[in-house]
Every structure is written in C-alpha cells, then in structure tokens.
C-alpha cells in the first residue's frame, strides 16, 4: 500500500527524529501517502501509515482527521482552499466563494464534472494582510476579486 519510494521519503522524515520518536513524522507520512493514493486518504492508507510508523492507528487516523491538508474523498487534479476565516469574510471571501461555484458549476466540496478542480472552504491559511485569499496547490492568490479569480480559474489545466 506504500510504494517503495514513498517508504524512501517517509524514512528521510523519520530520520530527522530521535529514535523511537518515528510516530513525529506522521503528517509528512500521511502527506506523502496521499499524493501517491489520487490526493486523498482512506481508512486502509491511514493504517498503513500507522503500521509503517509503528504507532496506534487510531493516533494516525486523528491527525488524518483533524487537518483540512488532508483528504478523505475524491478530489479534483486542483484543489482551490478558499479561507473564510474572520479578515478574509470581512473583505468579501463568502461572495468570492459563491462567485467561484457559480464559475464552476460545483458547490464547495464537490468535484468539477471534469475533474479539474475542486473547491474547499478552509479556516485560515495564514495571509490575513492579502484577504480575501485562496491557496491552490503550494501558491498563495491574494487580494482577490472576481475578475482575478476567473483569469486564476482559467488558468488551470
């Protein structure tokens, strides 16, 4: 269920923690197990992480569970995280968000029919001074309005 070079990678993680401390490198582990499993998590990949590391699955399954950066269904080849935390609403984030399913014919949480994109409504991504602001992939977007997100939106392939 893990490949041999997401072992190679999850081993580099391990090795930056004292022995015995592998478990430490579980959110890289279920982060790079992820991207090998269509972007998101099952049940069976958040066990094998915890069996790789040694560790309760129970322990994996609450970090798999308690961070948005993880998925849990299907997702598009994009995923657009839309923050609707306090400054991004005050600057307009709720009609963006609305804008944006509007664009692309999908609610937050649903798949494009093509499978492009994917929208999800996150608590904050850290970039207060550019609200309202979305992340796609590791690419901050701020200060946006609709005609920066549909020029964005446009974009993707």
Known sequence: MISNKAKKQIDAWVAKYPEGHQSSAVMEALKIVQAENDNRLTSDTIQAVAD???MPGIAAAEVATFYENYNHKPV????????????CMLNGSDELITHLENKLGVKTGEV???????????????ACVGAPMFQIGDQYYENLTADKIDEIVDGLK
């Open 52 to 54: 790789y590391l040694a």
């Open 76 to 87: 598009g080849k994009h995923t657009i995280r839309f923050c609707h935390n306090i400054s």
């Open 112 to 126: 494009t029919p093509d499978g492009l994109i994917n929208v999800k409504k996150v608590e904050c991504l850290g």
